[in-house]
T-cell receptor, first 115, second 113 residues
Framework: AQKVTQAQTEISVVEKEDVTLDCVYE???????LFWYKQPPSGELVFLIR??????QNEISGRYSWNFQKSTSSFNFTITASQVVDSAVYFC????????????FGTGTRLTIIP | DTGVSQDPRHKITKRGQNVTFRCDPI?????LYWYRQTLGQGPEFLTY????????KSRLLSDRFSAERPKGSFSTLEIQRTEQGDSAMYLC???????????FGPGTRLTVL
């Protein structure tokens, strides 16, 4: 069975601080994909990143960076110099290696950036 | 707008009534997914289609739920004899065969009174 755990239910930081959102996953698959989605107050899930289990390189996109560590089954997300527009619920998700099947989501982390 | 669209955005119904939601995927996407999201939780998978074929159904999809994608384009999700526990956000997503990113629509928020 697949499982995604986001232990941080809510996080609040002051604007311009860095913040890391944790994600731990469980799967028996040898190949899988990991995702992060953002859900702003409007409700629509916005795709942020997909990572293949064979690719453990960290990725940086502007103020966003992702740290994938297979040894600890973690895929953490860091926002540098946070902004008020980053306030949202962030979901980590897991997908099996059979391609285009269901996403298994964590329960999400509500991030609030305080101006 | 070439994203995933869903209709209606909000639906309020009385317990016992039937409701139907529609999802229009991104035009070149042949895979379509339905998820349900309750307050404070992540989306939970309900079912998915490849073209017009329904390939997987979750145990969450009781007999009162039925989904169709008759021509491999838009999809409908029907809930019969709604119950208060059906109140949730129903999300639709689509993807291409060769890619794994699922792009989500804005959702239909169902409230059963």
């Amino acid at each position: 069975a697949q499982k995604v755990t986001q232990a941080q239910t809510e996080i609040s930081v002051v604007e311009k601080e860095d913040v890391t959102l944790d994600c731990v996953y469980e799967t028996r698959d040898t190949t899988y994909y990991l995702f992060w989605y953002k859900q702003p107050p409007s409700g629509e899930l916005v795709f942020l990143i997909r990572r293949n289990s064979f690719d453990e390189q960290n990725e940086i996109s502007g103020r966003y960076s992702w740290n994938f560590q297979k040894s600890t089954s973690s895929f953490n997300f860091t926002i540098t110099a946070s902004q008020v527009v980053d306030s949202a619920v962030y979901f980590c998700a897991l997908q099996s290696n059979f391609g285009n099947e269901k996403l298994t989501f964590g329960t999400g982390t509500r991030l609030t950036i305080i101006p | 707008d070439t994203g995933v669209s869903q209709d209606p955005r909000h639906k309020i119904t009385k317990r016992g009534q039937n409701v139907t939601f529609r999802c229009d995927p991104i035009s070149e996407h042949n895979r379509l997914y339905w998820y349900r999201q309750t307050l404070g939780q992540g989306p939970e998978f309900l079912t998915y289609f490849q073209n017009e074929a329904q390939l997987e159904k979750s145990r969450l999809l009781s007999d009162r739920f039925s989904a169709e994608r008759p021509k491999g384009s838009f999809s409908t999700l029907e809930i019969q004899r709604t119950e208060q526990g059906d109140s949730a956000m129903y999300l639709c997503a689509s993807s291409q065969d060769s890619l794994n990113e699922q792009f989500f629509g804005p959702g239909t928020r169902l409230t059963v009174l």
